[in-house]
């Protein structure tokens, strides 16, 4: 909102345009005094209770996958880790080649690639491993990788020599 007074020595005529608020900032120049309103944000309390549980529910999903990911040894989250940036490579290479693909994946996969990284982080911490170190650690790590095919790919090659077989089969 927008509140304009003009101010002179002996009166004062003020015109607004909606009404002041204690949330307001204003600035004046040469008496007149022009007013920005600022927008305050809505507390959590006024919120309705249907969105509140929206959030409840994915809080505690959130809470459960991080359990899931806490309940794994390092070796498995360092093997997760890289069938997860396979699958990202995997969606970049059908992004590119115009296929149809789930564009929501690329978010989720790097999200979930983040909290694998980020209990692995914790675990060092814990056990006093410093940042440097870490980051030595971490290129030794990656330098040791090798190179698979990521799980969906996997999966795509057995169903094509299942369908290649089941054609075999009615062709013999």
Do not use: C, Y
């Amino acid at each position: 909102m927008l509140s304009l007074s003009i101010t002179t020595p002996g009166t004062a005529a003020i015109f607004r345009r909606g009404s002041a608020s204690p949330t307001s900032t204003s600035s004046s120049f040469h008496g007149v005094r022009i007013q920005h309103q600022v927008s305050a944000r809505v507390p959590a309390a006024t919120m309705s209770s249907s969105s509140r549980k929206s959030l409840v529910v994915v809080m505690s999903k959130r809470e459960a996958e991080l359990k899931d990911i806490r309940g794994k040894t390092t070796e498995e989250l360092n093997e997760e880790v890289i069938d997860l940036k396979g699958e990202l490579f995997m969606l970049r290479l059908q992004k590119s080649a115009r296929n149809e693909f789930k564009s929501s994946d690329f978010r989720k996969m790097k999200k979930q690639v983040a909290r694998i990284l980020t209990v692995r982080r914790e675990r060092e911490l814990e056990e006093g491993i410093g940042k440097r170190l870490s980051r030595k650690l971490d290129r030794q790590w990656k330098k040791s990788i090798v190179v698979r095919p990521p799980p969906s790919l996997k999966k795509l090659q057995e169903e094509e020599a299942a369908a290649e077989a089941a054609e075999a089969a009615k062709s013999a």
